[in-house]
Every structure is written in C-alpha cells, then in structure tokens.
Nanobody, 130 residues
Framework: QVQLVESGGGLVQAGGSLRLSCAAS????????MAWFRQAPGKERQFVAA????????YYADSVKGRFTISRDNAKNTVYLQMNSLEPEDTAVYSC???????????????????????WGQGTQVTVSS
C-alpha cells in the first residue's frame, strides 16, 4: 500500500514558478512509476508528467513541455514537479499518482492514462492569476 501526500500549491502570478512535492509512504516507492495529473473545474483529469521507476524516464503533456520538470528522490520517497512560466490555464488541482510496483507500460502513451495508476493523493490547489 502506498499513501501519497501533496504539498507546495498556492497562488502565483502568471510567469511565476511553483514546486510541488509528493511524499509517499511505504517501502516500494523506488519501484513505482510516479505521475502528476491535474483537474480544472468542469474539466476532466489531465495528464501532466510521469517518471518511470526503472531508469527515470520522463513523459510530459505537450502543454507543459519546456516549462515543467518532474523528478524524484528515492532516498526521500518524494516526487517533485517544478513548474515555471506558469499560465492562468495551469490553474487546477494537482494530484500525484503511483503505479503498483514494477509496472511496465505496454507503450509510450500508457503512462498518460489514469487507468495504470493505483494510488492517488488528495491533491493541492494551484491558482495562476493573470
């Protein structure tokens, strides 16, 4: 069982930066692929970024490429999302998610789907003002 707790959200002006953190419990964190999703009011949950457990391969939504960076520190059981050049369109509740240990996606886009993630945090609000 993995429990996830996000932090670092808040209110920021357009063009600013935030770093989100997701602390995981349990001893299997290093074997789980981790991801960030977001959900704006009235919209479906959207993939943001993921980082694999095996070689730290990263995946990004087109809308955040070049602005957001996902990373992980297995010694601290924590995954991060560094968000730069924030835009009002980035306003959403951001949640981290984890696969079961040793999960390997069937193809590149597997990691973009909510279906492969078994554990979810409660989310943290990010609001970007214009």
């Amino acid at each position: 069982q993995v429990q996830l707790v996000e932090s670092g959200g808040g209110l920021v002006q357009a063009g600013g930066s935030l770093r989100l953190s997701c602390a995981a419990s349990g001893r299997t964190f290093s074997k789980c692929t981790m991801a960030w999703f977001r959900q704006a009011p009235g919209k479906e949950r959207q993939f943001v970024a993921a980082i694999s457990w095996s070689r730290g391969i990263t995946y990004y939504a087109d809308s955040v490429k070049g602005r957001f960076t996902i990373s992980r520190d297995n010694a601290k059981n924590t995954v991060y999302l560094q968000m730069n050049s924030l835009e009002p369109e980035d306003t959403a509740v951001y949640s981290c998610a984890a696969t079961s240990p040793y999960y390997v996606g069937s193809d590149y886009y597997s990691y973009y789907s909510t279906n492969i993630y078994d554990y979810w945090g409660q989310g943290t609000q990010v609001t970007v003002s214009s």
